[in-house]
């Protein structure tokens, strides 16, 4: 049975910086990309970031890219979102996901943990 759990989200003033984390187990498919993605309330989920898991190539949103820095530990099946500088528009539930290709579009991801929330006080 495969599980994603993510951890690490929390409430944070603008400015600061928090670490999300998400460990997989009971992938019995080849993994080929892990991402991050965001649901604020009321819109719709977009993209944050993606990391292919092979050689750690990553894409970012526009609205992230130098902020948020996607990582993984290969050894441990975890991946990280390091996000610095947060803003009140980066609150949301952030959920990681599992694909078998590399990409920055939901519909190719194909296991979803049950997320976490990242609330940015102004």
């Known amino acids: 049975q495969v599980q994603l759990v993510e951890s690490g989200g929390g409430l944070v003033q603008a400015g600061g910086s928090l670490t999300l984390a998400c460990t997989s187990s009971?992938?019995?498919?080849?993994?080929?990309?892990m991402g991050w993605f965001r649901q604020a309330p009321g819109k719709k989920r977009e993209f944050v970031a993606t990391?292919?898991?092979?050689?750690?190539?990553?894409s970012y949103s526009e609205s992230v890219k130098g902020r948020f820095t996607i990582s993984r530990d290969g050894a441990k099946n975890t991946v990280y979102l390091q996000m610095n500088s947060l803003k009140p528009e980066d609150t949301a539930v952030y959920y990681c996901a599992t694909a078998s290709r590399y990409s920055v579009y939901d519909w190719d991801y194909n296991f979803w943990g049950q997320g976490t929330q990242v609330t940015v006080s102004s």
């Open positions: 009971g992938l019995t498919f080849t993994r080929n990309a």
């Open positions: 990391i292919k898991w092979n050689d750690g190539s990553t």
